[in-house]
């Protein structure tokens, strides 16, 4: 169905508070894509009822993660009733097991990935002063989610730049997204 409907998947990855929502939120203004993002499909899982919801709930106040099984079956879900055949998803893949469990149950290669960077003082800053804080936006889970991120999502990026383009933006003191290289990419790609 995939093939069918022509589908162009971008995945944005960058460290927690780089600003991958901020940016997808902008590409699906300027470029009409859909957004899922991980993260928030985790979210709305961890408030269902029962062992599952408050599994989920645990695992991300702790800076874990969650199984990659539960995460693909979430994404695939949302993707199956996306109308758009151009689609974001923001915060995947975070580690080997992620990129595992997606290339044996979807088998679906990205078109190209967006790699938000910034360092770990500013973005501790942006999550810790964001509106509306998240229940994980506390020092310590935030120093777990950084240690994750180097130690499990870097080695899967890297991974990716050998099968697939990379875009990397550092978006540490500026947001003017559209100066960056990834407004051409996705006008070239998709
Ligand atoms: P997730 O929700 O993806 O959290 P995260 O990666 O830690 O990233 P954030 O959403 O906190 O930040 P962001 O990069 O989107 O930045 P934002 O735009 O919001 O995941 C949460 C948890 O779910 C994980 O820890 C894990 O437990 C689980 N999970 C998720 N994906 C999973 C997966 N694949 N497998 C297993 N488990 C998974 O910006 C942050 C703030 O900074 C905002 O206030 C914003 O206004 C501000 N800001 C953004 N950009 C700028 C800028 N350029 N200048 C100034 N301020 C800015």
């Not at 780089?18 to 985790?42: D, M, P, R, W, Y």
């Not at 993707?79 to 979807?106: H, Q, T, Y």
């Not at 804080?133 to 989610?145: S, V």
């Given at each position: ?125 942006r999550l ?8 994980d936006d ?53």
């Amino acid at each position: 169905e995939a093939q069918s409907k022509n589908l162009k998947l971008v995945f944005v990855t960058g460290g927690p508070g780089s600003g991958k929502g901020t940016q997808c939120n902008k590409i699906v203004e300027h470029f009409g894509f859909e957004h899922l993002s991980a993260g928030e499909l985790l979210r709305a899982e961890q408030n269902s009822d029962g062992e599952i919801g408050k599994m989920i709930k645990g695992l991300i106040n702790e800076g874990k993660l969650v199984p990659s099984e539960m995460t693909v079956k979430l994404i695939l879900n949302a993707m199956s009733k996306c109308s758009n055949n151009k689609i974001l998803i923001d915060g995947f893949p975070r580690n080997d097991e992620n990129r595992e469990v997606w290339d044996r149950v979807a088998g679906l290669k990205p078109e190209f990935i967006i790699f938000i960077t910034s360092s770990e003082e500013v973005m501790q800053n942006r999550l810790l002063s964001r509106n509306e804080g998240r229940d994980d936006d506390n020092l310590e889970t935030i120093r777990k989610r950084f240690k994750l991120f180097n130690e499990q999502t870097l080695p899967v990026i890297k991974h990716y730049e050998s099968i697939a383009a990379v875009q990397k933006v550092n978006l540490q003191n500026l947001n003017i997204w559209y100066t960056f290289g990834f407004p051409q990419l996705l006008n070239l790609y998709c």
